[in-house]
């Protein structure tokens, strides 16, 4: 079994700053691609970037240039640093993962809890 515990999330105002933090434990063998979400009240949850275990990013347009994705793969965490934040990104952020749990090569989509987010003055 494996888990995904996301922590970092808060209140802060216009401007400001907030890094999260997202850690895989459990059976894992590899972890192939991790990727953040975000879903605001009443909305469907959006891609806002993710990241593959050979480095390489994306990220969503309304966040590019603001928010920056990056991993750890000896501790199994990956990061979402958000800077200049505004309203607008006031949401639940939620941690995906594809991970390989067993020697079979397949890999398999896990999800965190979620952490809010709030951006408000």
Do not use: H
């Amino acid at each position: 079994q494996v888990q995904l515990v996301e922590s970092g999330g808060g209140l802060v105002q216009p401007g400001g700053s907030l890094r999260l933090s997202c850690t895989a434990s459990g059976t894992i063998f590899s972890i192939r691609a991790m990727r953040w979400y975000r879903q605001a009240g009443g909305k469907q949850r959006d891609l806002v970037a993710y990241i593959y275990d050979d480095g390489s990013t994306d990220y969503a347009q309304s966040v590019l240039g603001r928010f920056t994705i990056f991993r750890d793969n000896a501790k199994n965490t990956v990061y979402l640093q958000m800077n200049s934040l505004k309203p607008e990104d006031t949401a639940v952020y939620y941690c995906n993962a594809d991970v390989m749990v067993t020697l079979d090569q397949r890999f398999y989509e896990y999800w965190g809890q979620g952490t809010q987010v709030t951006v408000s003055s």
